[in-house]
């Protein structure tokens, strides 16, 4: 089970940090994921970190955004800086054990609620 929160309002430039908390034992073996659905579009990829560290980034996200993960907490991180309206969107948190293809929304059997993030300008 996924829990993810931190969402808010924020003015352009500003910074938020979401967090993605799981249940269960074996979270240092799943992969990790973020996307991001804005009304009227769909659940696009925002990131990723593997079991092991390995990170990947959507084009729109990098350098700005940084994922991380604690695996003594059982939690995976999305740290946003500059923050940008178009970054306005309910953010999911995603989990998997498969490898690759980590944009592939199929791939993740377990989802989080999702966190609403609003920017304004």
């Known amino acids: 089970q996924l829990q993810a929160f931190g969402g808010g309002l924020m003015q352009a430039g500003g910074s938020l940090r979401l967090s993605c908390a799981a249940s269960g034992r074996t979270f240092s073996r799943y992969n990790m994921a973020w996307f991001r659905q804005a009304p009227g579009k769909e659940r696009d990829f925002v990131g990723y970190i593997s079991w092991n560290n390995s990170t990947y980034y959507a084009d729109s996200v990098k350098g700005r955004f940084t994922i991380s993960r604690d695996n003594a907490k059982n939690t995976v991180y999305l740290q946003m800086n500059s923050l940008k309206p178009e970054d306005t969107a309910v953010y999911f948190c995603?989990?998997?054990?498969?490898?690759?293809?980590?944009?592939?929304?199929?791939?993740?059997?377990?989802w989080g609620q999702g966190t609403q993030v609003t920017v304004s300008s």
């Open positions: 995603a989990a998997t054990e498969y490898t690759g293809a980590y944009h592939y929304k199929p791939l993740y059997p377990y």
